[in-house]
């Protein structure tokens, strides 16, 4: 895992010589991706400034950083990733940066599900975020990493902490009671991307998806065979896709089986501002109400 220095952070901000006031001169910390970036900023409050080095709407897995990216990471006084291979392009990306510029791996301290496809079988899901539970242990990392960082402003860091994690256990409620209203047997959750396994642990849910990862996307004939024949079998109404990549396959899964695309799914990247997921816990509520649409539809379009 990626470890955090801090000694460096400390000796080039400056500790304490940011006023409040003067927001444009808050340190600026650079999240990977912006599921991360609004963690971070929620925890980080008035006191740093969090800027996505990736945009919305993006692919994480197979981004190729820019000589811009690096202009933008060489001002930060922290990057915070994710780890587990989400980033898989971030050591090389590391390595043209500064050695003085500390990281932080937000899945620090948490047990991986691993990926079971063949093709990428004991590599570890990186979609941890995606449990309200373990999004509680992002927080922790951050709080700490903040606070090392600025310990003057430590109270207010675990302070925010303290009021997302609220937010984030009643996120966890209303989705257990959202997943309580499908019957058994349609607690199944057709995707292209295998984005979901932490969230289907939690909450009871089975999955089943085109590709492990957006890393390796490619549909092979048995897959997409064998999740035609699952929503056949299931007699599934709806099927569903992610923001980030190309939904043809699973309209081919649509199409076969008279299941609907019922509509997208927002997990790697939030939407813009004015979208319907501009926050994790939004995009966590969009997504639950989604699915459960979907899912509670009674009838199936003829299948071509």
Known sequence: MVTVTFMALMGCTGAGRFSEQDTAARPKVLASFTILADLAQAVAGDHLEVVSL?????????????PSDLRQASDAVLIVDNGFNMESWRERFYTDLPDRIPRVTLTEGIEPLSISDAAVAGRPNPHAWMSPRLAMAYVENLRQAFTKAAPEHGEAFAANAAAYNRQLLQLDEELRQAVARL???????????????YLARDYGLEEAYLWPVN???????????????????RQLPAVFCES???????????AATGARLAGVFYVDSL????????????????NIRTLTAGLLQEDRQAAF
């Open 54 to 66: 990736i945009k919305p709407g993006a692919e994480v897995h197979g981004y190729e950083p820019t």
């Open 183 to 197: 019957p058994e047997e349609r607690r199944l959750l057709v995707t292209c991307e295998g984005a979901f396994s």
């Open 215 to 233: 890393g390796d996307s490619q549909v092979t004939a048995k897959r997409l065979a064998g999740v035609i024949r699952l929503v056949e079998e």
């Open 244 to 254: 980030t990549v190309n939904s043809a396959p699973q309209e081919e899964v649509a």
């Open 271 to 286: 939407s813009g501002p004015q979208g319907p997921a501009p926050t994790l816990l939004e995009l966590q509520r969009h």
